[in-house]
């Protein structure tokens, strides 16, 4: 799918998924994505991650490239006064390694890695709060080669923005997965109730905690507001899903579509990837019927992972159902990693149990194919096993068609309801 600039030229959409370590990296990239976005340990919004150490940042920078793709750092943190030549110091090892680019929110960072690496193209993250086209012209004035919009916006007003810029100066939108009760993330719940704040890298999620209600006047009497027995996220919004909906990012002028979650799983990252994927491709290969004709299975495959209810954010107006989201939800949970296959039998390392007789599917790049498991050996001995039971194991199960390192297995989950 292809969308235009101010000037008319046809830009192809990019898809561009998260990288929270090296696993989720490769998944990203073996299931489509055209570029990643990842941090190092310090100066990301995602301490929590894995993230990237430098020598591990040179390897994922060599990875990604050989692969065709694009690698971009974050370097999204609000920074303190002390923090600012760390994070240049950063940027340039990041750029002379050959990332495509950074991602900062802060403008004195954006001035200072400007000046310090003039070479390497700045992206404004949407922790920047770009929401009108006076602050997109500013930014573009400044140098930033991208800008990723605050999430509270309209394709509408996208669009328009879109229309005031310099053609030069790109658009990056999310279109998946979780999103922030604040203002494009500028929150300080996490802040007051743990000390961890979240504009610092190090949000602890207090937003997606289960809560009940006390009255003023009536201390000690809980008043349950819950959807189950838990309690409920009262302010925990839902997730974001727009896989039915790319055709209109590509109406607006947006150039990357950027799924959120450094804190994923490799598989959530490679199931979320290859749908979004595969929606692409449909719609730069057969046209809109054959997307249309897909997104059945496609919102199927997306059930499959971990998530709140989804809805379509502030991108047609305001964001419908309202109220907190609920507890998290998934179809499918992730059963293991395949190693290897030889001789009819796939090797996996255990992430969930499993017992003989289960069924569960295999995903691979392109889609998943079921499996009955017919039984399982413990990897090392070939001794029968009544169940894969314990996390790290390695086993093996007859298996009657090929897989590959990097695909991955998944059952289905038994709490879901």
């Not at 012209?137 to 879109?162: K, Q, T």
Request: aromatic residues 8%.
């Amino acid at each position: 799918m292809t969308n235009s600039t101010a000037n008319n030229d046809p830009v192809r959409m990019e898809l561009l998924a998260p990288a929270g370590g090296m696993k989720q990296l490769e998944a990203a990239l073996r299931f489509g994505a055209d570029a990643v976005y990842g941090g190092m340990r310090r100066y990301s919004l995602r301490a929590s991650a894995d993230n990237f150490s430098e020598e591990e940042l040179r390897r994922a920078l060599s990875w990604t490239h050989e692969r065709g793709a694009r690698f971009y750092l974050t370097l999204n943190l609000l920074p303190f006064d002390e923090d600012l030549s760390g994070m240049a110091e950063a940027a340039k090892a990041a750029f002379e390694m050959g990332a495509d680019g950074a991602l900062v929110a802060d403008p004195g960072a954006f001035a200072v890695i400007r000046r310090e690496v003039p070479g390497l193209p700045l992206h404004v993250s949407t922790q920047a709060n770009v929401m009108n086209l006076a602050a997109a012209r500013l930014w573009a004035e400044l140098g930033a080669r991208r800008i990723v919009l605050a999430r509270e916006l309209s394709l509408d007003r996208i669009r328009r923005i879109r229309e005031g810029l310099p053609p030069e100066v790109e658009l990056e939108a999310f279109v998946h997965g979780a999103m922030c009760m604040s203002y494009s993330g500028r929150c300080i719940l996490s802040d007051h109730l743990t000390g961890r704040g979240a504009n610092r890298g190090a949000c602890a999620q207090p937003c997606r905690w289960n809560y009940r209600v006390v009255e003023e006047k009536r201390p000690g009497e809980i008043i349950d507001v819950t959807q189950d027995e838990r309690g409920t996220s009262i302010f925990s919004s839902y997730d974001l899903n727009m896989i039915a909906h790319l055709p209109a990012f590509a109406r607006a002028g947006v150039r990357s579509l950027k799924i959120e979650g450094r804190m994923k799983t490799p598989i959530y990252v490679a199931s979320v990837t290859g749908c979004y994927r595969k929606a692409l491709d449909l719609l730069e290969t057969r046209g809109e019927d054959a997307y249309q004709e897909a997104l059945p299975e496609l919102t199927a495959e997306l059930e499959k992972v971990s998530h709140r209810p989804y809805n379509t954010g502030f991108y047609f107006g305001r964001p419908e159902p309202e109220g907190g989201a609920g507890p998290v939800r998934q179809t499918m949970e992730y059963t293991a990693d395949v190693e290897g296959a030889a001789d009819g039998w796939l090797t996996l390392t255990v992430k969930n149990r499993f017992f003989p007789g289960d069924d569960v599917e295999v995903l691979m790049p392109g889609g998943f194919r079921p499996l009955r498991v017919r039984e399982i050996r413990d990897a090392e001995t070939g001794e029968p096993l009544p169940s894969a039971a314990v996390a790290g194991r390695r086993v093996r199960v007859p298996c009657d068609f090929s897989a590959e390192p990097g695909d991955f297995v998944r059952g289905v989950n038994r709490n879901h309801q």
